[in-house]
């Protein structure tokens, strides 16, 4: 198992704007339809890879938990499916309804939304407030594949609270870790 951390784009960023096809409706979104009142959730995942395997269960939860309080959530996986068959649009649909998303899934064809958000890793999660400014880039939590860690969503967890309550979000953030996204080689 590859372990590339985040890039942790800096803090303040403005969201890179996208509009790619939601793999579960088969419409085009942009992210103008998708962000929330009061915050917005962008993570880079993909079906594959072990890490995001593992923290499948507390995204979606999360997701449940979070969108009716104003924080969406958008997924997107980047992965070449030309090399990682596993990764393409159909399955990526049957993973979300197998997961129980309540949010897209959408398929980044081009690669040109993960370079745009400096992705390095699935899973890779970006926080944005209600103005699409990066206010937390990193971990889910501490738990990774076989360390005994519970699953607990502490870290993106603890800055949509402060998000929502108005609190200051500690610029402290460790990168997520995980597999590599799979980048076409050209």
């Not at 998708?34 to 962008?42: A, C, D, Q, S």
């Not at 507390?58 to 924080?71: H, N, V």
């Not at 949010?103 to 370079?115: G, N």
Request: with cysteine; proline share 7%.
């Amino acid at each position: 198992m590859a372990r590339t951390p985040s890039n942790m784009l800096p803090l303040g960023t403005k969201a890179p704007d996208f509009e790619l096809l939601d793999t579960v409706s088969d419409q085009k979104l942009s992210l103008n339809q998708l962000k929330g009142e009061k915050g917005t959730v962008v993570m880079f995942i993909c079906n594959h890879c072990p890490f995001v395997i593992h923290v499948n269960p507390e995204i979606s939860k999360l997701g449940r938990e979070y969108q009716p309080k104003g924080i969406n959530f958008v997924a997107i996986s980047s992965n070449d499916v030309e090399n990682y068959p596993q990764d393409a649009p159909h399955l990526m649909k049957e993973k979300a309804q197998e997961m129980d998303y309540t949010f897209p899934y959408l398929y980044d064809e081009t690669q040109e939304v993960a370079k745009a958000y400096d992705a390095a890793c699935t899973p890779d999660f970006y926080l944005f407030d209600g103005n699409l400014k990066l206010v937390y880039r990193g971990q889910l939590d501490n738990s990774r594949p076989g360390n005994g860690v519970p699953l607990t969503g502490s870290d993106l967890r603890n800055a949509m609270d402060a998000l929502l309550e108005g609190s200051a979000i500690s610029a402290d953030q460790k990168p997520s870790i995980g597999c590599n996204i799979k980048w076409i080689e050209t």
